[in-house]
């Protein structure tokens, strides 16, 4: 499901672009032979100061872009942008049966009550989705009509064409079922941790796929530990992409991360409970952790959830045809899933 399809065509070589607060992160797909093969990969690095202005940021993201392409041996030109935060939202919905012609109507109905953002000024899209009922149901997925051309002027600025915007959540469960079939009674979860909080994404065979943006600033961890410990920002962001201080201390002893690791558990646990509860299960069997900050939070999840917890690089399972990329696929490859299931949208 896209946000916005803008053109047609198949089995295209395609681009998925992820944009986070700290890197950007492009992966390039072909078919062959009936797979996916990576045939360009890279992930650049985004450190942007407190005084940089929103022009100055996007500058900064262009060239970034520009060396992703050039790094990864990016040679499409067609691009799915991921999107996820507050200016996006992602929901389920259930009706009634209706004729075709209602369909619409009542999702823009549903949309405007369920979205935290005036749907006039977005963009909204849907996927029905049949399960053996008559019911109407299936998920819409919404996004403010700024964050939409933010992400075109950004493709342009690139020279990409953006050909489709979809959520990252959905991205993420693109890719994990593509490689992953779990037991079909079982409840499969996917969480991405990055600097601008986590997006959780839950999946159970016969039912809507549940997605959920936690928005809280992970970014100001590096922030609090750097008062914490009485080190600079660079280290403290050092401290969190490496999980090795200069001064050799362990990060899990700093107080902001402990506060952290212990919101996210009880925001996973809730969110799997409500969603297990719309369904024929108690709660999620596996639970998948991605992301540019999985190695902070990965141990504690997998020591106080209920679950089995995988720290989850999507490319243990992709093929790739150059030697050149298995470092970075390797390296940063859980930082890249969503934009490996962007890449293997088919549109």
Same mark, same amino acid.
């Given at each position: 499901?896209?946000?916005?399809?803008?053109?047609?065509?198949?089995?295209?070589?395609?681009?998925?672009?992820?944009?986070?607060?700290?890197?950007?992160? /492009?992966?390039?797909?072909? +078919?062959?032979?009936?797979?996916?093969?990576?045939?360009? @990969?890279?992930?650049?690095?985004? #450190?942007? #100061?407190?005084?940089d202005?929103?022009?100055?940021?996007?500058?900064?993201?262009a060239k970034?872009?520009? +060396?992703?392409?050039?790094?990864?041996?990016?040679?499409? +030109?067609?691009?799915?942008?991921?999107v996820?935060?507050?200016?996006?939202?992602v929901?389920?919905?259930?009706?009634?049966?209706?004729?075709?012609?209602?369909?619409?109507?009542?999702? /823009?109905?549903?949309?405007?009550?369920?979205c935290?953002?005036?749907?006039?000024?977005?963009?909204?899209?849907?996927?029905?989705?049949?399960n053996?009922?008559?019911?109407? !149901?299936?998920?819409?997925?919404? $996004?403010?009509n700024?964050?939409?051309?933010?992400?075109?002027?950004? $493709?342009?600025?690139?020279?990409?064409?953006c050909?489709?915007?979809?959520?990252?959540?959905?991205?993420?469960?693109?890719?994990?079922?593509?490689?992953?079939?779990?037991?079909?009674?079982?409840?499969?979860?996917?969480?991405e941790?990055?600097?601008?909080g986590?997006?959780?994404?839950?999946?159970?065979?016969?039912?809507?796929?549940?997605? !959920?943006?936690?928005?809280?600033?992970?970014?100001?961890?590096?922030?609090q530990?750097?008062?914490?410990?009485?080190?600079? /920002?660079?280290?403290?962001?050092?401290?969190? !992409?490496?999980? #090795?201080?200069?001064?050799?201390?362990?990060?899990?002893?700093?107080? @902001?991360?402990? =506060?952290?690791?212990?919101?996210?558990?009880? #925001?996973?646990?809730?969110?799997?409970k409500?969603? @297990?509860?719309?369904?024929?299960?108690?709660?999620?069997?596996?639970?998948?952790?991605?992301?540019?900050?999985?190695?902070v939070?990965?141990?504690?999840? @997998?020591?106080?959830?209920? $679950?089995d917890v995988?720290?989850?690089?999507?490319?243990n399972?992709?093929?790739?045809?150059?030697t050149?990329? =298995?470092?970075i696929?390797?390296?940063?490859?859980s930082? /890249?899933?969503?934009? $490996?299931?962007?890449?293997? +949208? !088919?549109?």
């Open positions: 499901m896209g946000l916005r399809n803008l053109f047609n065509g198949k089995d295209k070589e395609l681009v998925g672009l992820d944009i986070s607060s700290g890197h950007v992160s /492009m992966v390039q797909v072909c +078919r062959k032979r009936g797979d996916y093969v990576v045939t360009g @990969a890279a992930s650049v690095g985004l #450190d942007f #100061d407190t005084e202005c929103s022009n100055t940021k996007e500058i900064k993201l970034a872009m520009q +060396r992703c392409r050039q790094e990864g041996k990016i040679t499409a +030109r067609n691009a799915i942008f991921g996820s935060g507050p200016d996006v939202a929901r389920r919905f259930e009706f009634p049966p209706l004729p075709a012609e209602e369909v619409e109507s009542a999702i /823009m109905l549903e949309a405007s009550q369920v935290p953002f005036d749907i006039s000024d977005a963009v909204v899209d849907y996927q029905l989705l049949d053996g009922d008559k019911k109407t !149901r299936g998920v819409l997925v919404a $996004a403010t700024e964050l939409i051309e933010r992400k075109r002027r950004l $493709a342009a600025e690139a020279a990409f064409n050909v489709m915007i979809d959520a990252d959540g959905l991205a993420l469960l693109n890719c994990l079922s593509h490689y992953h079939k779990p037991d079909p009674e079982s409840l499969i979860a996917v969480v941790v990055g600097e601008y986590a997006v959780i994404a839950n999946l159970f065979k016969g039912c809507e796929p549940f997605v !959920r943006d936690l928005n809280y600033p992970f970014k100001s961890l590096a922030e530990i750097s008062k914490e410990r009485d080190i600079s /920002m660079d280290q403290a962001r050092q401290l969190l !992409r490496s999980n #090795d201080c200069c001064d050799g201390t362990d990060l899990y002893s700093c107080a @902001a991360v402990t =506060e952290a690791v212990n919101k996210l558990v009880d #925001d996973i646990s809730s969110t799997i409500y969603h @297990a509860s719309q369904t024929s299960v108690k709660s999620a069997k596996e639970i998948f952790i991605c992301g540019e900050l999985s190695h939070f990965y141990k504690p999840l @997998a020591a106080n959830l209920e $679950a995988e720290l989850w690089n999507p490319f399972s992709i093929a790739h045809d150059d050149e990329f =298995e470092s696929l390797k390296n940063k490859g930082a /890249m899933a969503v934009a $490996a299931g962007l890449s293997m +949208r !088919r549109i």
